[in-house]
């Protein structure tokens, strides 16, 4: 079946410094992946997505390339803020069901 | 355009009740599927409703049921609640729910469930 790995969190960081949350999975066929955000207290918001092999997707500064050899979908990002500080998801939806399967999230802190 | 909207925000029960929660999607999308979200085990499926059928299923006890009305919104009734049902139950809702390449899923806040 469909799984999704995350590294353990939480993340802790100094604003401005790089960020790096690794994502890998198991899929049927070829999966689409996608990165959500929860902010404290709100549900999930859409990050960033890319459908196929080699595609990046990019959104507010974050980015993640998918990665078919290995199998990852590592999300980035150059300059971490305070506002950044949130727990991130990363999903698939493959295999010809619609429904995604998540990852556990991993939780990032940004101090000043 | 009003997002996802769950009712109530936070929830209070005791071992044995029941509880039902309510889910209104965004104008125009008939998919609403429903996740319980826990520290332990992240976000887990409960079931997807479209167009008032109960179209996937997670794997999650009889306990757990749903409906949806014609107007697409959607409830999810947990019957003689545990301890373990402790949770934030989120619901999402998308157009057709057939992920189509540029249609989104879009999460309410979720309702908080703590049972003691």
């Known amino acids: 079946g469909n799984s999704v790995t995350q590294m353990e969190g939480p993340v802790t960081l100094s604003e401005e410094a790089f960020l790096t949350i690794n994502c890998t999975y198991t899929?049927?066929?070829?999966?689409?992946l996608f990165w959500y955000v929860q902010y404290p207290g709100e549900g999930l918001q859409l990050l960033l997505k890319a459908t196929k092999a080699d595609d990046k997707g990019s959104n507010k500064g974050f980015e993640a390339t998918y990665r078919k050899e290995t199998t990852s979908f590592h999300l980035e990002k150059g300059s971490v803020q305070v506002s950044d500080s949130a727990v991130y998801f990363c999903?698939?939806?493959?295999?010809?069901?619609?429904?995604?399967?998540f990852g556990r999230g991993t939780s990032l802190i940004v101090h000043p | 355009k009003a997002g996802v909207t769950q009712t109530p925000r936070y929830l209070i029960k005791t071992r044995g009740q029941q509880v039902t929660l309510s889910c209104s999607p965004i104008?125009?999308?008939?998919?609403v599927s429903w996740y319980q979200q826990t520290p332990g085990q992240g976000l887990q499926f409960l079931f997807e409703y479209f167009s008032e059928t109960q179209r996937n299923k997670g794997n999650f006890p009889g306990r757990f049921s749903g409906r949806q009305f014609s107007n697409s919104r959607s409830e999810m009734n947990v019957s003689t609640l545990e301890l373990g049902d402790s949770a934030l139950y989120l619901c999402a809702s998308s157009k057709t729910g057939q992920g189509e390449p540029n249609e989104k899923l879009f999460f309410g806040s979720g309702t908080q469930l703590s049972v003691l």
């Open positions: 899929a049927t066929g070829y999966p689409s």
């Open positions: 104008s125009g999308h008939r998919s």
């Open positions: 999903a698939l939806i493959s295999g010809g069901s619609y429904i995604p399967t």
